[in-house]
């Protein structure tokens, strides 16, 4: 008991020497916050921390589709400039450079458990930290695919996912249900392959190459790779692949809601959904990430990405830049900030996160603890990019159907995405 209260009096001290240091360095943080579904969570940490600590807390939420404009416009308010404000891809960060302060080696950074959603300046240094990001991968009904004689743990590569495929879709009058949902390219569906399924080849090349912006042209150096799993879930499905056009993302959904399929490209997002309309039990899903036959794709994690971003303001003073990275460092460290940001937010990439009642999240934060790799969102990269997914699009139906062979789809690709890129730039 005397230990207890000892250490409970080193912690008061503690936080009481942390209220007198920043009263005494004067510092302030002013928050220019991106989401404003999150405004009251991010007014009531704020309180929270002024309370514990004395530093003053301001944050100020953009109206939606605003907030560029916004930022802007504060940034011209000198000494009243935000301290803090968001960076949501490599044009912002070309756009802010000025303004964003180097991260690396600070306290926050530290914190981090993977830095795979951070972007960097022309010089390589850290300039803003991504916060949470959504994810999307192969969801499995766990269930089914253990009546089918099988756990998650027996999938752990393109191999052993098509293996398993296979056998289930061999079996499906037995089994009373077939492997995949329906691929459908009907344009509520088609956005799974022709944009989060062609990451998978895109992400690899980018990889190998060093791209860290659009790429006036592509190789398609892992097209191979996409046809791999693009016919895998053609074939080992209950769909008609010569009418995928006629499928939609509903479709799917129900498919795999109602126990028809094992197997459902889809995202973080879908977990509301499948445990609410359809009352799928959370123990029994799970994500794998989209295994396509990569070398080394064992160690892949989720294909994960976020435009949230951290950017410190670097023209504002000592005082507050520090007031406002301790701030940072409370936010992501501190119960009351990771509930919040598990709460708002889902998961975080820091070793404190909460875990999420989506346990699809927690899938991909356990992921990431194991150190397995982020296969990011290459396909922000995109340029005019819904005449280049529509020509994607076009090409799977028409190879789906057996009208054309595989050089059609590498064309569309390759062929698509320079011209795309000529028409926008």
Not at 231 to 257: H, M, N, P, R
Request: with cysteine; glycine share 8%; hydrophobic share 45%.
């Amino acid at each position: 008991m005397k230990k207890l209260l000892a250490l409970v009096l080193v912690l008061c001290m503690a936080l009481s020497m942390l209220a007198v240091n920043a009263a005494a360095e004067g510092g302030k943080v002013y928050y220019l916050n991106f989401k404003p579904e999150a405004d009251q969570a991010w007014q009531e940490l704020a309180a929270k921390y002024t309370a514990l600590t004395g530093v003053e807390v301001k944050v100020l939420t953009a109206a939606s589709n605003t907030y560029n404009t916004t930022l802007t416009a504060e940034m011209d308010k000198g000494a009243a400039a935000p301290t803090l404000f968001q960076i949501g891809n490599a044009e912002g960060v070309a756009t802010w450079h000025d303004y964003a302060l180097a991260l690396d080696g600070t306290p926050l950074m530290a914190e981090m458990t993977t830095e795979d959603f951070n972007l960097k300046n022309a010089e390589g240094s850290t300039v803003a930290v991504g916060y949470c990001y959504e994810a999307y991968g192969i969801i499995v009904n766990k269930e089914l695919l253990e009546k089918a004689g099988y756990t998650v743990a027996d999938i752990t590569n393109f191999e052993s996912l098509k293996r398993v495929a296979d056998d289930i879709h061999a079996r499906a009058a037995e089994l009373g249900f077939d492997a995949f949902t329906s691929a459908g390219l009907d344009g509520s569906s088609s956005w799974r392959f022709s944009g989060h399924l062609t990451n998978m080849p895109l992400f690899y090349e980018f990889r190998d190459d060093g791209i860290t912006e659009t790429p006036a042209t592509v190789k398609g150096t892992y097209l191979n790779a996409y046809k791999n799993i693009w016919d895998l879930y053609v074939a080992d499905s209950a769909a008609d692949a010569k009418k995928l056009s006629g499928y939609t993302g509903d479709q799917a959904e129900a498919e795999f809601g109602e126990g028809h399929a094992v197997f459902f490209q889809n995202g973080t997002w879908e977990f509301a959904s499948l445990t609410g309309k359809y009352g799928m039990k959370p123990e029994n899903l799970a994500m794998l990430p989209i295994y396509c036959g990569v070398e080394g794709e064992e160690n892949a994690a989720l294909c994960a990405g976020t435009e949230n971003c951290w950017a410190v303001n670097a023209k504002a003073s000592a005082e507050d830049i520090q007031a406002t990275l301790d701030f940072l460092y409370w936010v992501v460290t501190s119960d009351e900030g990771t509930e919040m940001m598990a709460r708002e937010f889902g998961p975080i990439p820091f070793k404190a996160a909460k875990a999420s009642d989506n346990v699809f999240f927690n899938d991909a934060t356990e992921m990431l603890n194991a150190g397995k790799y982020v296969v990011t969102w290459a396909f922000n990269y995109t340029p005019d990019v819904d005449n280049w997914r529509a020509g994607i699009v076009s090409a799977l139906e028409q190879y789906s159907a057996g009208e054309t062979d595989w050089g059609e789809i590498e064309y569309a690709f390759v062929e698509g995405w320079a011209a795309a890129y000529q028409a926008t730039h």
